[in-house]
């Protein structure tokens, strides 16, 4: 099981990224998939939202209306759209699965909001 995260960079606040998350090693459209991000300086690992195998999507208040989260059950990849970034949404950015209890996780992909 492997996810890979991969889209993150440098951009200007009100900018915009898309992320990918690559996955392989399990029925990717059978499995709900969520987006972390972790803030500089040891924050927590923080829940932007998550997508359903049936295309449910549920979002944290902090990105609702600006982000947005699709898969492509055909490529194995989740995206995650983001929409009028600002220096709080700076952090590394993870998507994950769970099997069961048990959370897979990618390696993550860097996202910096700077002027």
């Known amino acids: 099981v492997q996810l890979v995260e991969s889209g993150g960079g440098s951009v200007q606040p009100g900018g915009s990224l898309r992320l990918s998350c690559a996955t392989s090693?399990?029925?990717?459209?059978?499995?709900?998939m969520s987006w972390y991000r972790q803030g500089p300086g040891g924050k927590e690992r923080e829940f932007i939202g998550y997508i359903t195998k049936t295309d449910s999507t549920t979002y944290a208040d902090t990105v609702k209306g600006r982000f947005s989260i699709s898969r492509d059950n055909a490529k194995n990849t989740l995206y995650l759209q983001m929409d009028r970034l600002n220096s709080e949404d700076t952090g590394v950015y993870f998507c994950?699965?769970?099997?069961?209890?048990?959370?897979?996780w990618g390696q993550g992909t860097q996202v910096t909001v700077s002027s």
């Open positions: 090693g399990f029925a990717f459209s059978k499995f709900d």
């Open positions: 994950q699965t769970r099997f069961g209890f048990s959370a897979i």
